[in-house]
């Protein structure tokens, strides 16, 4: 950009996050940052010690007696709908009446004095019930007759039983996929205000402050305008905050306009990942057909999901699963189904990739599968695999792929990251290594973009110019780390052509922009993004129309540049233009808007084109593993990644650097265990265990495709970024598991369960090794 | 013994004097709650995410040492006598940005900035020990900080720049450094100190004499070293730990010393105080000593609370036991010295009369004939709890194993020996048939639990395995490498 030499902070370049300075100094406000308003109380939860029963009474007068203790919440206590679900469904009460539905389960509020009282008070509870038999995972709910917590989906295309008829070849297998914590380092919080009549404002850390919103007017029984939602800044959200801060918000604002004081809420790391939703677990069952190439001619796969005890987002995550168990390939003939099974345990919500992650790594599973069953080398199965070529376009749900750029993209990791001749080196290594056994694998991604409720595809922002030149500004989109609003800026200051300093980013909330979306689906600046664009577009024609009727020079004649507003000859410094525009009683306020084009999708058809386009990716990964212990190392990782035209390429490279550690440790290190009484046992980074600096790859090598433009008009011709890069981690398991595989010459596709945690590694080599 | 009622120490480089201080009050909830020190976060509250990392200096026998801690499980009462620095104080009085931050700005390091604070902490005090650090240093000096958005990838670019933006000479915590040795020191009364409500009561002896005498009289106090498991009790569990007697700032506790052929280490010292000695005098230690915790827990926690506390799964017992390890127990002037394995009584039981306390561990230094290893196994590599932990001794003279001493962690309701497998193995000759009968017998001495960490079946098969490694790297005859390369 020649023209931007002199502005500082435009699109495309490497602009720094807009708080990193406050991040290293201890400076950026988080909410439990914020300073209390005098008599500010605080809520904690008290929470079920058993899956599932009837619950007959809960005694809190003890609670109530506890010292600091000024009351209780419970389901009497709601004085609107005793509802939160976020899809409307009706089935997940703030506090319940008659069920416990899982171990952690949320039964009251005890607010207090002091966050230590209330924690001490909540454990004074006497709860009577009858306890039921309870089911935990989707096997089990399936087996016990456990019903559907959402309408399942089914995708279909071409015919798949004369295909399993004539094929050559056929295989069946089951997978299961663990689910994963977001592990957030900052947890769950709400913090409420009351104010006069039925308002009330909550700060929070939710990335979905409209849904919030709507939870909290919903519970308190009130119109959504007397409630506003404030969010600055999360520490962490990867999905973990998309519905599940309702509760926190409304348990916060009820007991805020109760005792008409200051509420807050932030449950410790334990009750954080106990009694909030995660990662869906999948178990995933494959029957394939494919020729003597390995080239797939039918495929029939079913999703079963582990949703936990109410709906809450399980549809789209469970619908998405199958959106992309193609992942980069074309089946000809194609069946998928979801079973969104409830179960007694928490209900799972979105993170990072919404399903998405556990159907690609399917696919890639059934590759490898196919891969040892005809002798090859995967990445020849993954591309014989690939859509592309005559009649060999359309996904499982009838959307053509138009933007295919793998055939290049993976070549040229292919070629960068020697993954012929390091796999031929690493061959001959597990030769002559008796104990250590080396892997290599390259996957691509292919991820659709855009939510697939339509309806989400909206965006809006709010601009203001001040009359000495400095901008507001707002959007829909929430911070929580990806830098959604330095890019957003940088948007602005290109548009403007302005030093991104003189853009003040401001924290979202409800009274600025309504009803927007949550930063969700990777689509934040997508959509803000390009509503901010339109609303800088606005303001910018009227200051056009204001340069030529006051200068008289043509509309052409009016350019922003480099901090300047030239007006024909005339030249005038940007904040100066402003205030003679405001002293013409120029209007320097827009709000702007944006809905994404083409979409469209018929859920119970199966059909149409919920994706406005796809984003791209390869990871080449090779591992060692202790054949002795199970144990295992990245050795090195090559990552190549498709963000279309990057507007931050610094930002973008530190998201796709940061998914695919966060990929690798949902299927290395991240592991969900329940006991037998359905408690969740690993409940915090003791017992929880995230990657850390030593996991990430010896080397690691991380680029972009920045050759790579965006078909469609996106914003800049830049894609999402935010989840795609995390189904980059699949290559350190599928090469984790060649690995296992040389114990027996390759010759046995190991059975390997997600997470490959060392365990389940040395029991793969151990099978194998005694010919299962 | 005069006694003194108030906490003294340094913050950020101002004096502090507080009085009733309770037991069980944290260092983070101070800072944060009663002093709006609001970079200091809280991620996990029980050590494990760094999110609180803070700095403690502290007068030892060296001098001023300056430490990263977790102030989510440090109690404020032990802060007594040292200088608390909180990521508010790095930029210093002209509030220029610190070498440490502007090397994390620059190249990224921050997302979502939630543990920011906390890893420009632990950077802080790597720059500070060790100015031009490798990534295998920056990795353990990151073993404690977790972050969810980054991957670490920036963040050890930053760590390794840091140096290009400063030196350590010239940040204040150093030229301040004989200002805040000479305040410190006079902060240093002899008295003893008792704090806090009746309860709640926090009691810091003068020294060791005066904690045999202050646990005679208290008998039922929790005695609290680096606070790294009680410190949970109070975080997770709610539980009550008045009174406690802290001894955490014992200097005379705190030795580490060979004294002829042993190697003796005061129960107060933390594993980082024993890192160099290990280094020297038990090599195959080294490695594993790195992998206990995170950098943050090393510097608080103890030898003598690891092995006090009586875990099944503590890192330190196996590999102590292996190495024929005696500790020396006290109370008030009286002294026993038994073998560590007979210390483990049975699971939360342990040989400790009321009002005695572990006062030394003494470690045999190896002899010739002897090989040596240790070994963890966990989920995660670094800070993590072992599924299996093994110290393994065995004596070899002539190609015949004489003596052996096997001893395991994780594998029963108390670290302990595995007697068949060590009868299996002496008088054999050193072979991997010896050792294969060995791990053949460990199921008589074994039958571990199935958990979150590992099940039943893989505990004992990594451990049946662990005695093949340990064959086979000690062998004359392995060619090719058996263990993967540490960090």
């Known amino acids: 950009m020649k023209d931007n030499v002199s502005v500082q902070g435009t699109a495309h370049s490497d602009r720094i996050h807009d708080s990193a300075i406050k991040h290293v100094t201890g400076r950026a406000d988080y909410t439990d940052d914020i300073a209390l308003p005098t008599g500010a109380l605080h809520a904690y939860l008290g929470v079920s010690d058993v899956a599932h ?720 | 013994m005069a006694h003194r009622s108030e906490i003294r120490f340094v913050l950020n480089g101002r004096d502090v004097s507080i009085n009733d201080v309770g037991a069980s009050q944290t260092l983070l909830d101070y800072l944060r709650l009663e002093r709006r020190l609001t970079g200091t976060k809280e991620g996990c509250a029980e050590g494990d995410c760094g999110a609180c990392t803070v700095l403690v200096g502290r007068l030892t026998y060296t001098g001023l040492t300056y430490a990263p801690v977790n102030a989510c499980i440090r109690f404020l009462a032990s802060v007594d006598g040292c200088h608390v620095v909180t990521v508010e104080y790095l930029s210093g009085p002209d509030g220029r940005l610190h070498p440490v931050q502007q090397a994390m700005i620059d190249h990224h390091g921050s997302q979502c900035g939630f543990c920011t604070p906390g890893f420009v902490m632990s950077l802080y005090a790597l720059w500070m020990e060790t100015p031009e650090p490798s990534e295998a240093q920056v990795e353990t000096a990151l073993q404690g900080n977790l972050c969810r958005c980054t991957g670490y990838e920036p963040i050890i670019r930053a760590a390794v720049a840091v140096s290009r933006y400063g030196s350590p000479a010239s940040d204040h915590l150093n030229t301040e450094r004989a200002t805040v040795t000479t305040h410190l020191q006079a902060l240093q009364d002899g008295k003893r100190v008792v704090s806090g409500p009746q309860n709640n009561l926090s009691i810091l002896p003068a020294d060791v004499d005066d904690f045999a005498e202050c646990l005679l009289s208290h008998p039922d106090a929790t005695i609290v070293a680096g606070a790294t498991d009680v410190g949970l009790w109070v975080t997770k569990f709610l539980r009550s730990i008045g009174p406690a007697i802290f001894i955490g700032h014992l200097n005379d506790l705190k030795q580490v010393e060979t004294q002829g052929n042993d190697l003796l280490i005061g129960a107060g010292a933390s594993y980082t105080d024993c890192q160099d000695a290990l280094s020297r005098h038990l090599p195959h230690l080294s490695a594993y000593w790195d992998r206990i915790a995170g950098w943050q827990v090393r510097n608080m926690g103890t030898v003598g609370g690891n092995i006090a506390n009586g875990s099944p799964i503590g890192d330190t017992p196996p590999v102590l036991i292996a190495l024929g390890a005696e500790i020396t127990l006290r109370r008030g002037a009286d002294r026993r010295t038994l073998p560590l394995e007979a210390f483990f009584v049975d699971y939360g039981k342990q040989d400790r009369q009321s009002g005695e306390f572990v006062e030394t561990i003494r470690i045999p230094l190896p002899e010739p004939n002897q090989h040596h290893a240790a070994y963890k196994i966990s989920k995660r590599r670094d800070e993590d709890i072992s599924s299996v932990a093994v110290g393994i001794n065995v004596s070899v003279t002539d190609g015949v194993i004489t003596t052996c001493r096997l001893a395991f962690g994780g594998m029963a309701a108390t670290p302990k020996r595995a007697a068949a497998a060590e009868q299996a193995l002496v008088g054999q000759i050193w072979s991997e048939a010896a050792f294969d009968q060995a791990a053949a017998a460990l199921p008589q001495d074994f039958s571990p639990l199935s958990d979150w960490r590992a099940s039943s079946d893989y505990r004992m098969l990594s451990a049946q395995n662990l005695l093949r490694r340990f064959f086979l790297e000690h062998d004359a005859a392995t060619a090719a490498p058996i263990q993967l390369a540490s960090a």
Request: net charge negative; glycine share 8%; aromatic share 8%.
């Open chain 1, 53 to 772: 029963a009837t619950l007959k009474s809960i005694d809190l007068s003890a609670v109530r007696a506890a010292p600091g203790v000024v009351g209780v919440l419970t389901a009497e206590d709601v004085p609107g709908v005793n509802d939160i679900s976020p899809t409307g469904l009706n089935d997940e009460p703030v506090f319940p009446t008659d069920k416990i539905q899982f171990h952690g389960q949320p039964l009251f509020a005890v607010i207090a004095e002091t966050r230590d009282a209330a924690r001490r008070a909540a454990e004074r509870a006497q709860i009577d019930c009858d306890v039921l038999p309870h089911a935990l995972d989707p096997i089990a709910a399936q087996e016990a007759g456990y019903p559907y917590v959402t309408k399942p989906l089914k995708l279909e295309r071409g015919d798949i039983a004369p295909a399993f008829k004539t094929a050559p070849n056929r295989i069946k297998g089951r997978m299961s996929v663990g689910g994963q914590d977001h592990m957030y380092l900052e947890g769950h919080i709400a913090f409420a205000i009351p104010g006069e009549d039925d308002d009330v404002v909550v700060h929070c850390s939710t990335q979905h402050p409209s849904e919030a919103q709507h939870m909290v007017a919903h519970v308190l029984g009130v119109p959504s305008n007397a409630v506003v939602v404030n969010v600055r800044r999360m520490g962490g959200g990867f999905g973990g905050k998309e519905s599940q801060m309702n509760l926190f918000c409304a348990v916060a604002a009820i007991a805020a306009k109760k005792w008409n004081r200051a509420v807050k809420i932030r449950p410790d790391r334990d009750q954080d990942m106990t009694a909030t939703g995660k990662r869906h677990d999948f178990v995933i069952d494959y029957d394939v057909a494919f020729d003597e190439v390995g080239r797939i001619q039918a495929l029939d796969g079913s999703f079963a999901a582990r949703c936990g005890f109410s709906a809450d987002l399980s549809g789209p995550v469970t619908d998405r699963a199958l959106f992309h168990a193609d992942n980069a390939y074309f089946y000809p003939n194609v069946r998928l189904t979801s079973h969104p099974m409830k179960t007694n345990t928490v209900s799972n919500t979105a993170f990072r990739g919404f399903g998405g992650p556990q159907g690609v790594i399917a696919a890639e599973r059934i590759i490898e599968e196919i891969a040892y069953a005809t002798g090859q080398d995967p990445l020849d199965v993954r591309k014989a695999n690939f859509y592309g070529g005559e009649g060999r376009d359309l996904t499982p749900y009838h959307q053509t792929v138009e933007d295919n750029i793998l055939d290049r993209l993976v070549s040229e990791l292919e070629d960068s990251a020697e993954y012929r001749q390091r796999r031929q080196e690493i061959i001959a290594f597990n030769a002559d290594s008796p104990v250590l056994k080396k892997g290599i694998a390259l996957t691509p991604v292919k991820f659709g973009i855009s939510f697939t409720a339509t309806w989400y595809n909206q965006a809006g922002a709010l601009v203001h110019i001040y009359n000495d030149g400095s901008i507001h500004l707002n959007h829909g989109g929430t911070e929580m780390g990806q830098g959604l609003n330095t890019k957003v800026a940088q948007i602005v200051a290109e548009a403007f052509q302005v030093d991104i300093d003189r853009i003040k980013i401001t924290k979202t909330t409800t009274e600025k922009v309504p009803n927007t979306s949550a930063t969700a689906a990777s689509s934040g600046t997508d959509l803000n993004g390009m509503a901010a664009l339109d609303a800088v577009r606005q303001i910018q024609a009227r200051l056009v129309d204001f340069a030529v009727e006051t200068w008289g020079v043509a509309p052409d004649e009016v350019v922003f540049r480099a901090n300047e507003v030239h007006a024909g000859a005339q030249v005038f410094p940007f904040d100066a233009f402003i205030k003679q525009a405001y002293l013409a009683r120029i209007q320097l306020s827009a709000a702007g808007f944006y809905k994404t084009p083409k979409i469209h999708w018929d859920r119970d058809k199966g059909q149409g084109r919920p994706f406005y386009y796809f984003s791209y990716g390869a990871a080449c990964s090779e591992v060692m593993i202790d054949t002795l212990t199970g144990e295992y190392r990245v050795e090195r990782t090559d990552l190549l990644h498709d963000v279309g035209r990057s507007l931050n390429p610094a930002l973008d490279k530190g998201q796709v650097e940061g998914a695919f550690v966060q990929g690798m440790g949902w299927l290395t290190t991240e592991e969900l265990w329940w006991d037998d009484t359905g408690r969740l046992r690993t409940h915090a980074p003791s017992t929880y265990k995230i990657p850390l600096a030593s996991d990430r790859p010896r080397i690691f090598n991380v680029n972009l495709a920045d050759w790579s433009e965006n078909r469609e008009l996106t914003i800049k011709r830049s894609k999402a970024v935010g989840e795609p890069p995390f189904m980059l981690g699949i290559s350190v398991f599928e090469a984790l598991s060649m690995a296992v595989a040389s114990v027996a010459g390759y010759t046995t596709c190991p059975r390997l369960d997600a997470p490959a945690t060392p365990e389940r590694v040395l029991m793969a080599v151990t099978r194998l090794r005694d010919g299962g």
